[in-house]
């Protein structure tokens, strides 16, 4: 078995609004965080936040796992008005990236061999839009093309990386772990 992270991920400048968001989620919207919403008030939910770059504010938290991440950002794009990238990436062998907006699923990408496809039966994009897709990451032409034909997930993972300057390596069952995430996100708790 290989390694696997989820994460989530908000094309925005406004760190404030952001974390005002992530707030409501944890108080009114718990269960997709795996929270019974009378937990949620009598536990502190922690997610960890970093504003990765002039464009993109990173969240981890310990819910998110390929099968949640998904459920989260379409919630939490319901709460603030822009655009929700999820990663998630399991055992090397997937990389699926979703866009949301509005409680909407926007595009959609699986990065994975043939063969994984074939074992995984239902393995398919919800909706393909890479119109979409190039314009909320913010990609050359070129360089778009390039990355949607990786069928390497760890490849897709680097490549994407570079072309939105944020490493998407990232999880927060690695935060103890891991000097630079550490460094690099704030603990948050709602």
């Known amino acids: 078995m290989g390694r ?12 404030e609004k952001t974390v005002e968001a992530l707030r409501e989620l944890s108080k009114e ?13 009598e536990n502190k939910v922690v997610m960890y936040v970093s504003k990765s ?12 796992v390929w099968g949640t991440v998904k459920k989260i950002g379409k919630t939490l794009s319901q709460l603030i ?3 929700v990238m999820t990663a998630g990436y399991i055992n090397e062998e997937i990389f699926e990236l979703s866009f949301f907006e509005y ?9 994975c061999e043939q063969w994984t496809r074939d ?41 994407l990386s570079e072309l939105v300057s944020m490493s998407l ?21 709602f």
Request: charge should be negative; hydrophobic fraction near 35%; proline fraction near 4%.
């Open 4 to 15: 696997s992270f989820a994460n989530l991920h908000i094309k925005s400048k406004n760190l």
């Open 29 to 41: 919207h718990a269960i997709v965080l795996g929270e019974q919403n009378n937990e949620a008030q």
């Open 53 to 64: 770059n002039e464009n993109w504010i990173s969240v981890l938290h310990e819910y998110f």
């Open 81 to 83: 008005d822009e655009p």
């Open 103 to 111: 409680g909407d699923i926007q595009a959609e990408r699986i990065f």
């Open 119 to 159: 074992e995984y039966e239902e393995l398919r994009e919800e909706l393909l839009n890479d119109d979409y897709l190039r314009k909320a990451l913010d990609i050359r032409d070129q360089d778009f093309d390039d990355f949607i034909s990786i069928t390497s997930p760890p490849q897709a993972v680097d490549k």
């Open 169 to 189: 390596w990232c999880d927060s069952e690695w935060i103890p772990h891991e000097e630079t995430l550490r460094k690099r996100f704030g603990k948050y708790e």
